[in-house]
């Protein structure tokens, strides 16, 4: 073995000064922590607050910024989009960051923003900034990429408000074969007839010149001296190494065992962090040796450190140079590689820290293990020596056979023999989006052939996902080995792994674990079977001769967009009816809009972080503080006796007190918040927060409506409808079913978690501004909580970075806990919950379990439905009543069903209490009306379509309400979106496509929806003033969250003060402009707010007529100042109200008004599901909408198509999971998967029905904000279909259950075969 020579010794090593360049300034610090990541540098330090925080974990590419580095080697300027969340701040000292304000600003915007903007790829605009930066990235290092490229380079951003279709088609505009998108120029950007348009762009764009980009900082081009040194930065409880040699590295390994390697620090940075404990990082980035790469005749030689995306670059150069043989093992890596994480992960993360990280979830490792890999190691003792990564190689979790003063310094890859065929298998709980998820089940598989036989010399099989480490399965292999490769070898190895691979009794859905082995073993076998020369043909069973086991290539994402022209004679500047853009794209596109959490700390203010309940039902036994509040820097602690008023918020249902502000002597749901830290610092008061000792004692605790149903638990608020004779329309029925189906809850997922920030004033006033829809509430709430009268409270917020619900009562005692701290220190106080926090503590969407009895016709006519629907409420009533109203009174979706009796009962349990979520109430019960119609459709043997058709409403006489005047608009939908999607032929082609294919089938379903818009007392307040330069302030009560409110209303005043909306600015929403707001919700905002602002301008306009008529040829200017001379008001308050008796009545359905109105549309899908693993992606989504004469296309369009894929997500993707204890285990975006933008249709196509005016809302517009989170129930019902198709080659034909969401286990497990029976 060689010696490792030329050490130097630790403890000479002096911190160095960390340099930086942001954005072209060169930063200098003295004194940099090593423990801060570079998002808090970036936000906190340097006060650039465009970069934000979501998850915090790498998943949501909220904080991308993009790194830029001189390769002295390449010679080559490297630009790498990274998270910034978890990079080490120290780990990019001597490079250059670009942050989005570096990349354009509101006077001069990048054509990547500008783009961005016109397209109106945003909607809260919290994710926008993210997004900008990882497309300028790809731009920066390739001007022209292609249309894949773009959406790769965007697969590590999530956006929860616009279904991601328009930022593809804002970024496809750089694509070589992507559209221009100029109006002017692009045939398919601005096609349509006249009075129908399906170009939503707003204006034409700046061409993209990449020499106007700015100059990378010479002073780190011209020398590397930040480079060849190896530096040294010590904080209070972090060292940061980073040695220039190899010698040095393993110096430091030796004489600090404890040290950790990090590179990435995508592991590391997640490691838990015990307080007070000094740990050391030594960085393996800048170690010549483990960056090299040798490309040698059988194999490739890669340095550890090398990142996943440098291997990626090596893999294709290597790919491109050799013939196809010696490839394959190189392809089946690279292949693997794409699907690691995302761009932000694979640019930073190192293949070196994969291998050693030893995961057991781990993608890459099985095929490194069967392709034969060696592993060059060293230490400072014994010098170097490779190993094999094999069997031997992971001892256990997260354990690998070498000792901790060993280094991984290179990795060797054998190229493949002419007889080797080598191939990677994924599947994650979201297969179809194979990236950036770690969650089920990888695999890598190898065979050698004896020359030119069929006869197996070697095979190697390796999982992960099955154990506590990564498995290789020998005794498969020793089996194969020998034998020939033909039926009865796939019969008997199938059998094999079905009986004798050892699964972890801990995993969860071991079931579905047993099919992947075996569906992993057959695709691999069908695969060899189709490249091997000796192997053709030699199949007999029909089902291997037309195997075709991999799904169909997605194709290119397109989209199309139509609305209704507005009438030629309106004024051009009058921009009702088009599509403009939201009123401060420009500020979030570049990052200068302020979210709550951006704004710049005061003097003194404070943090605070919840103690919460780690039990999910129990008494509190006592409270320890002692080890929080002696940590240097912790103020205090806070608790129930802090309170000076009401330690209990109001139920929303009952106006009763309900849930306590801090809880005082029993915790009723796991996260519950029973104290909170105040500390000098957000991070030291979060982990202050968890030295709290709180002592339980244990209640029984229910978590599921069964055992709800069980333990007859349930809040008192039970709801019936009934209507007409249910047994006698039973008798008369030609069939009658029962059945029942299961909706799981569904978390918010907004970007920007809940905030609130509370500040003190004088005379005991106190301001609090909160992410919070209903400001209120929280003045309410404040005022209770502190004993103090509601006008000294005054509640702001100016946007919210998303909300769907989930920004109602939470924040409120979030605001009400803060106002505690704040009262009592007299300091402003401030409250960002991290994403696990957020997810924990804040309630989902109600799960449902509905047990139905339904009557029909031979016709599939329904003639009675019975049911009895169970929600889970969760600890507290909360919102849950009226949930429950609306799912009971929308159940019947669009079909008329003339008796029924529905019994709707609210299950008490001891989850965080169910809330508001989108839809409120609708998504469940289309989610259960539309399983009913297919139960039915299976039963009367009729066509979907034409049993949805059969039950349609025809006329107001049908409907249960008095309410929906234009009830046949659901009809024209529906005609509508059969016709644009080609319904009939599709179908034909979906079905041929069945016959011809047995492991991949494609599903079609086209459903209706019908939703209830502002199921609220509906009133609204505005205020807005004129000033003597012509400038108008608009204000009122509601709240901008990205649905374009601000907007919206922006446009109506500009419509009825006759100006350009250019004279108006709209500010914050404030409970002292414009007091006792209801709720922004129900997709009624604008119908409440925008009226209220009418009516104001409308009164305004009622002042200055008079001037006008006197003077018609003045100017807007002339007018106000000539009614200012005149002394006449220029300031006017507007309220809108409904007049009339309002609410849903259950024991007399048609009594009342229930809502405000109707609105309507129809989606039809197409989706393709692999038979084997459960995968599935969406092809084609066609959606009509009717949203009357839409205010503007832009925003309703954007509104329908993020909901739309939030139902989606709904139906088919996001699972919650609890432990036993009541925890949620899907907390971040590593387990809670929200939809992804290789999710996004295929073909995307929306379009808004013409000619359907609604009489009752603003200008005859339609609230369509959360309707087609109900079209989502068309994927589930088109995935029915595919595995339907799946079910029939096996024989087994008729109604199966399918609940929701639709996850991959629950597809697999339904397309019944022989892998399934074996199991
Ligand atoms: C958001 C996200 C998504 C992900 N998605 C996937 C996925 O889809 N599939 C998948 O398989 N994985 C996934 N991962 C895991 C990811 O692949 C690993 O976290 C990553 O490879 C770690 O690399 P790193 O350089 O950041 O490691 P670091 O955190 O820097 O280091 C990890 C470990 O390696 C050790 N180490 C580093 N270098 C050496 C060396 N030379 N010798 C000895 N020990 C060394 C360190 O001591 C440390 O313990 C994901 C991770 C994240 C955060
Ligand atoms: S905040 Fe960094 S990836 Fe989500
Ligand atoms: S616009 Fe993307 S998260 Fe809101």
Redesign the pocket.
């Known amino acids: 073995m060689d010696t490792v020579k030329n050490y130097v010794e630790v403890d000479q090593l002096q911190p160095d000064e960390f340099v930086l360049f942001v954005n072209g300034r060169k930063i200098v610090d003295k004194c940099v922590d090593p423990e801060m990541n570079l998002l808090i540098y970036i936000r906190r330090k340097l006060g650039l607050r465009g970069s934000k925080f979501s998850c915090g974990?790498?998943?949501c590419g909220a904080c991308t910024v993009m790194l830029s580095k001189y390769d002295h080697q390449q010679k080559k300027i490297l630009h790498h989009a990274i998270n910034a969340c978890?990079t080490p701040v120290c780990s990019v000292h001597g490079m250059a960051i670009t942050t989005v304000e570096g990349v354009g600003s509101t006077t001069k915007l990048h054509p990547v923003q500008e783009r961005l903007a016109k397209y109106h790829g945003l909607q809260c605009g919290f994710c926008t900034p993210g997004m900008v930066k990882s497309m300028y990235t790809l731009l920066r290092n390739n001007t022209l990429p292609a249309v894949a490229d773009i959406e790769m380079a965007l697969v590590g951003n999530l956006c929860r408000c616009t279904g991601y279709r328009p930022i593809l088609q804002a970024f496809n505009t750089f694509a070589q074969n992507g559209c221009c998108g100029s109006p002017s120029k692009c045939g398919c950007a601005a096609t349509g007839s006249e009075n129908y348009n399906s170009s939503l762009v707003t204006g034409e764009f700046a061409p993209y010149n990449e020499t106007q980009e700015p100059i990378f900082p010479s002073e780190l081009q011209l020398n590397d001296h930040f480079h060849r040194k190896t530096v040294f930065f010590a904080g209070k409880s972090v060292v940061w190494i980073r040695p220039t040699t190899l010698a040095e590295l393993l110096k430091y390994k030796c004489d600090i065992p404890d040290a950790?390697?990090?590179?990435?620090?995508?592991?590391?940075?997640?490691m838990p962090k015990p307080i007070g404990i000094q740990r050391t990082l030594i960085s393996?980035s800048h170690v010549p040796e483990?960056k090299q790469v040798h490309l040698l005749e059988s194999s490739i030689k890669l340095g550890?450190?090398i990142t996943?995306a440098g291997m990626i670059d090596v893999l294709n150069e290597r790919i491109n140079e050799l013939p196809r043989v010696p490839n394959r093992v190189y392809q089946a890596i690279l292949d693997m590689l794409y699907?690691?994480?995302?761009n932000q992960?694979r640019n930073?993360?190192?293949i070196?820290?994969?291998i050693?990280?030893a995961?057991p979830?781990?993608?890459?490792n099985p095929l490194l293990m069967v392709a034969g890999v060696t592993l060059n190691i060293a230490s400072h003792k014994d010098g170097f020596h490779t190993l094999p990564m094999n069997k031997d190689f992971y001892t256990g979790y997260r354990k690998t056979i070498?000792s901790s003063d060993?280094?991984?310094?290179s990795l060797s890859i054998p190229c493949s023999k002419e007889n080797e065929y080598c191939a990677g298998y994924k599947v994650n709980k979201y297969v179809h989006r194979r990236?950036?998820?770690?969650d089920i089940v990888?695999c890598g598989m190898r065979v050698l052939f004896e020359w030119n036989t069929d006869k197996v010399e070697e095979m190697s099989i390796c999982f992960s996902g099955m154990g506590p480490t990564i498995a290789m399965a020998t005794h498969v292999s020793d089996y194969i080995v020998g034998r020939k490769w033909n039926e009865d070898l796939l019969k008997d190895v199938m059998q094999i792994l079905s009986e004798q691979f050892p699964i972890s009794s801990q995993l969860r859905m071991v079931e579905y674990r047993k099919t992947l082995l075996q569906s992993f073993f057959f695709k691999f076998f069908i695969k060899v079977m189709n490249e091997h020369c000796t192997l053709k043909n030699i199949v007999k069973s029909p089902d291997l001769r037309r195997p075709s086991v991999t799904m169909t290539k997605k194709m290119p994402f397109t989209g199309t967009q139509s609305y209704q022209c507005v009438p030629d004679l309106q004024r051009k500047t009058e921009l009702v009816g088009r599509p403009s853009m939201n009123e401060s794209s420009f500020a979030l596109v570049t990052g200068e809009a302020v979210f709550m959490d951006d704004t710049l700390s005061e003097e003194g203010e404070l943090f605070f972080a919840m103690v919460t309940s780690t039990h999910a039902h129990a008494n509190i036994v006592s409270i320890d503080t002692s080890g929080a509040t002696s940590l240097d820097g912790v103020i205090c602690y806070i608790g129930a006796e802090d309170v000076p008023g009401l330690n209990s918020l109001k139920s929303p249902s009952s106006n009763e007190p309900e849930e306590e502000v801090f809880a005082s002597k029993q915790v009723v749901c796991y996260g519950q918040c029973i104290g909170g830290i105040v500390a000098v610092d957000p991070k030291l008061a979060s982990q202050a927060a968890k030295l709290v000792k709180v002592q339980y004692e244990d209640l029984p605790h229910i978590l599921t409506i069964e055992d709800a149903i069980h333990a007859n638990s349930y809040h008192p608020h039970d709801k019936h409808i009934s209507v007409g004779n249910v047994t006698s329309a039973f008798d008369q029925s030609d069939y009658v079913i029962e059945g029942e189906i299961y909706l799981g809850g569904q978390s918010h997922y907004y970007m920007e978690t809940q905030c609130c920030i509370v500040k003190p004033g004088e005379n005991g006033e106190i301001t609090v501004s909160a992410t919070c829809r209903n400001l209120t509430m929280v003045q309410r709430a404040v005022a209770d909580t502190l004993a103090i009268p509601i006008n000294k409270v005054t509640c702001k917020t100016r946007r919210l970075g998303g909300a769907f619900g989930g920004k109602f009562e939470f924040v409120t005692s979030q605001a009400a806990k803060c106002a505690v701290a704040a009262k009592r220190l007299a300091k402003p106080i401030r409250s960002t919950l991290t994403r696990d926090t957020d997810m924990q503590f804040i309630g989902t969407r109600h799960p449902v379990l509905a047990r139905y009895k339904v009557g029909f016709s031979k016709q599939g006519i329904l003639k009675v439905l019975q049911a009895k629907i169970f929600l889970n409420g969760g600890c507290y009533t909360g919102r849950s009543v009226n949930v429950m109203e609306q799912l009971l009174a929308t159940l019947h979706n669009t079909y008329n069903i003339p008796v029924y009796e529905i019994d709707g009962i609210l299950c008490k349990t001891n989850l965080p209490s169910c809330t508001a979520m989108r839809g409120f109430g609708a998504p469940q019960s289309m989610g259960i009306m539309e399983t009913i119609i297919d139960h039915v459709t299976n039963e009367c043997g009729f066509p979907s379509e034409k049993v949805r058709e059969r039950n349609m409403y025809d006329g107001l006489s049908d409907s249960l309400f008095q309410d929906m005047p234009d009830v046949r608009n659901i009809r024209r939908c529906w005609i509508e979106c059969l016709k644009q999607s080609d319904y009939y032929n599709l179908q034909k082609d979906v079905d041929t496509f069945n016959s011809s294919f047995r492991w991949k089938k494609r599903g079609i379903a086209i459903t209706p929806v019908k939703t209830a818009i502002g199921p609220l007392p509906p009133h609204g307040g505005a205020l807005v003033h004129i000033y003597l330069d012509g400038s108008v302030l608009l204000s009122h009560g509601g709240i901008e969250m990205g649905q374009g409110l601000f907007t919206k209303t922006k446009q109506i005043a500009s419509r009825i003060l006759g100006i350009s909306s250019d004279y108006i600015h709209i500010t914050e929403t404030s409970t002292d402009k414009v007091p006792n707001s209801i709720q922004t919700a129900a997709s009624s905002g604008t119908d409440l707010f925008g009226s209220a602002v009418k009516n104001a301008c409308e009164i305004l306009m009622g002042r200055l007529n008079p001037f006008i008529k006197d003077n018609p040829n003045g100017t807007w200017k002339e007018w106000v100042n000539i009614a200012y001379q005149n002394r006449v008001s220029l300031s006017a308050t507007g309220h809108f109200n409904y007049e009339g008796k309002f609410g849903f009545d259950c024991d007399d359905p048609g009594s009342s008004r229930a809502m405000y109105y109707f609105s309507y549309g129809a989606g039809c899908c197409e989706v393709e599901i692999d038979c084997l693993t459960g995968d599935h992606y969406i092809r084609q989504m066609n959606i009509v909408i009717d949203s009357g004469n839409s205010l503007n296309p832009a925003l309703d369009i954007g509104q329908i198509e993020g909901a739309f894929m939030m139902g989606y997500g709904y139906y088919c993707l996001e699972e919650l999971r609890y432990s036993p204890k009541g925890e949620l285990l899907t907390k971040g975006p590593?387990m809670y998967k929200i939809p992804w933008i290789s999710d996004t249709p295929r073909r995307f196509n929306v379009s808004l029905l013409p000619d359907a005016p609604n009489e009752a809302g603003v200008f005859s517009a339609r609230g369509v904000g959360e309707m087609t989170v109900m079209i989502g129930v068309s994927v589930l019902m088109a995935i029915k279909y595919a595995v339907a198709a799946a079910r029939s080659d096996e024989g087994v034909r008729g109604y199966f259950r399918l609940d929701a969401p639709s996850t991959p286990e629950k597809i697999r497990l339904a397309c019944i075969d022989d892998i399934c029976n074996k199991i």
Request: glycine share 16%; charged share 10%.
């Open positions: 974990e790498g998943g978890y950790i390697l990090v590179l990435g620090n995508a592991e590391v940075g997640f393996v483990m550890a450190s996943m699907s690691v994480g995302d992960i930073v993360a190192g070196g820290s994969h050693m990280t995961s979830l781990s993608d890459i070498l060993q280094v991984l310094v990236d950036k998820n770690i990888s590593g």
